[in-house]
């Protein structure tokens, strides 16, 4: 192991410190938040050497934990929030973390403290990690083109009722939120008219999809998958008082909706609807959560085109207002966090478990 990768790692180790000081300067955090991170080369121990589009990384809940939710719906929740919301039992499907991340070492990025400025090929990794950390708290969707058939729903799971179990349609709580712009029509009501289907759990894959399609249900999948690569189909709604079913004029719009990324065609599973509109937020305090990173961008210039740098820092008004609709505690006052890159220190309330493949080699299968 030579100096430059212990050196590498610390640097790293410093970035995940940081994000979670960021974190916790927005979120009042009931429970602490344990994070397994590893930082390797994608191409070494994944294969993936593409030259073309370098995968920076990425994050998930490391469990989706089903909880009924207020309106009698059972929706799954990411482990980290689960946590925040005081139910009085320990969920026996917890897990020792509650986000798992990994990040690509196989690319050139810059730390707090590099020469400035940065190049058109360089990565602010404090952004990335951020970025990455908030979908582990809970930005994600559970809508997807799952039988690659362009037709989306959300995702299949098992139900138990007794002596019976049940497969079904579940979203996650992130879900329950999300309208159509143009109709104000939620999509768990959606959600609803595709439970109408009876999954068959004993049917093989082609011949559950054969039955999907022939399904009455198919055609609103299939408009859905539309949806889903139109631009500006989408929100997230933040005021509950707004009457559903109804077109939302602009300011409804502009004020109490975030606009998801649904331009992209074909849909990205990766991208589509558990992202911020790129259009409509790049120049704002919302960027943090856009699909794509703008090239030789800091987190801080980010921060300062968009004016959040000392109002809410890199999780702008509207993700402060989603956070807040999925149950975390939100901070009323935002103080920008201390950071010093060189510090060893670590959070009480956001955990690091960190295991660098520079230090140690403990690939967790994550996917």
């Not at 631009?231 to 997230?236: A, C, N, P, R």
Request: glycine share 6%; proline share 7%; with cysteine.
């Amino acid at each position: 192991m030579s100096h430059d990768d212990k050196a590498l790692c610390n640097k790293v180790k410093n970035v995940f410190i940081a994000a979670g000081q960021f974190i916790t300067a927005t979120l009042n955090l009931k429970s602490p938040i344990t994070v397994d991170a590893q930082f390797f080369d994608f191409c070494i121990q994944n294969g993936d050497c593409g030259t073309e589009t370098v995968i920076l990384g990425a994050a998930k809940p490391s469990r989706m934990i089903p909880h009924p939710d207020a309106d009698g719906k059972i929706r799954l929740y990411p482990q980290a929030l689960y946590k925040q919301l005081n139910v009085p039992t320990v969920h026996p499907e917890m897990g020792q973390s509650e986000i798992t991340a990994i990040f690509n070492s196989r690319m050139n990025y810059w730390f707090n403290g590099d020469p400035m400025p940065m190049s058109e090929r360089q990565v602010d990794l404090l952004y990335v990690v951020i970025h990455e950390l908030t979908h582990g708290l809970g930005f994600t969707n559970s809508w997807n083109d799952y039988f690659n058939i362009q037709a989306l729903t959300p995702a299949v799971g098992n139900i138990s009722n007794g002596s019976t179990t049940q497969a079904q349609f579940f979203e996650f709580i992130f879900d329950k939120s999300i309208i159509l712009l143009q109709s104000g029509t939620p999509l768990t009501s959606i959600t609803d008219q595709l439970n109408q289907f009876q999954i068959n759990p004993t049917l093989s894959d082609q011949d559950l999809i054969n039955s999907f399609q022939a399904s009455p249900q198919f055609p609103i999948a299939q408009n859905m998958y539309k949806n889903g690569v139109t631009h500006s189909t989408m929100g997230f709604l933040f005021n509950s008082d707004i009457p559903l079913n109804t077109p939302l004029s602009q300011d409804q719009i502009q004020n109490d909706v975030l606009v998801l990324e649904t331009s992209l065609n074909p849909f990205q599973p990766s991208s589509s609807i558990g992202h911020v509109d790129f259009d409509t937020y790049v120049n704002t305090a919302d960027f943090l959560m856009m699909f794509t990173y703008p090239p030789g961008k800091t987190l801080d210039q980010m921060m300062s085109n968009g004016g959040s740098a000392k109002t809410t820092g890199p999780m702008g008004p509207k993700l402060r207002q989603l956070l807040g609709v999925l149950g975390y505690d939100v901070k009323k006052d935002y103080t920008p966090p201390t950071i010093n890159i060189t510090s060893n220190s670590s959070l009480t309330s956001f955990n690091l478990v960190f295991s660098l493949i520079c230090i140690l080699l403990t690939f967790i299968n994550w996917y």
